[in-house]
C-alpha cells in the first residue's frame, strides 16, 4: 500500500528561532506591523510504500527521530493517508 | 482580533528539490527502502492582529508574494484562524 505521509518539524517552544527572528525583522521593516510571533520549521511531504497504516507510523517516527527531527531541539508531529 | 496563520511553502511541481534528494538519499543508506518521494520546504506559524479575516488573508497572501515564497519556483498555501 502507498501511504502519503506529511511531516512538520519546529523549533520546541523557548528554543531561540534565529530564523523566525530574521523573518519577522524582514515584515517589520516592510511595514507589516501587527505581527506577534513568527517560528519557522520544516515541512516534508512523502509517498512511503508500507505494509499497513500502523507500520508506515512506526516507520515515520524511527525516521523523525534518527534523521528528520533534532529532537533536542525540534518538536515533529505527522500525519499519515491512504494515496 | 489576534488570528494564527499557518503557511506551507514548497517547492514547485517539476521544480528539483536538492533537500528532498538529500533527505531521500540518506533514508535509502539508512535502510529505509520504500520511499517514493520526498520534496520538503517551509512552514511558518504566526500570529497577526488585523481587524478581521479577510484584512489578515490579504495582508498574508502579500506577504508570501513580496517575502516569505519565491513565486518562481516555490508555491505557497496557507489557513487564518482566530486565536
Same mark, same amino acid.
Given at each position: 500500500? =502507498?501511504?502519503?505521509?506529511?511531516? $512538520?518539524?519546529? *523549533?520546541?517552544?523557548? +528554543? =531561540? #528561532? *534565529? ?9 517589520? @521593516?516592510? #511595514?507589516?506591523?501587527? $505581527?506577534?510571533? +513568527?517560528? +519557522? ?6 509517498? $512511503? ?9 512506526? @516507520? ?10 533534532? @529532537?533536542? +531541539?525540534? #518538536? ?8
Amino acid at each position: 500500500m =502507498l501511504y502519503k505521509v506529511k511531516v $512538520i518539524v519546529m *523549533p520546541r517552544k523557548g +528554543i =531561540l #528561532d *534565529p530564523q523566525g527572528q530574521a523573518v519577522a525583522r524582514a515584515l517589520y @521593516t516592510m #511595514d507589516y506591523k501587527g $505581527i506577534n510571533s +513568527i517560528r +519557522i520549521g520544516k515541512h516534508l511531504e512523502m509517498e $512511503i510504500e508500507g505494509e499497513n497504516q500502523q507500520v508506515v507510523e512506526e @516507520t515515520v517516527k524511527e525516521m523523525c527521530e534518527k534523521l528528520l527531527a533534532n @529532537t533536542v +531541539i525540534e #518538536d515533529y508531529r505527522f500525519c499519515i493517508k491512504e494515496a
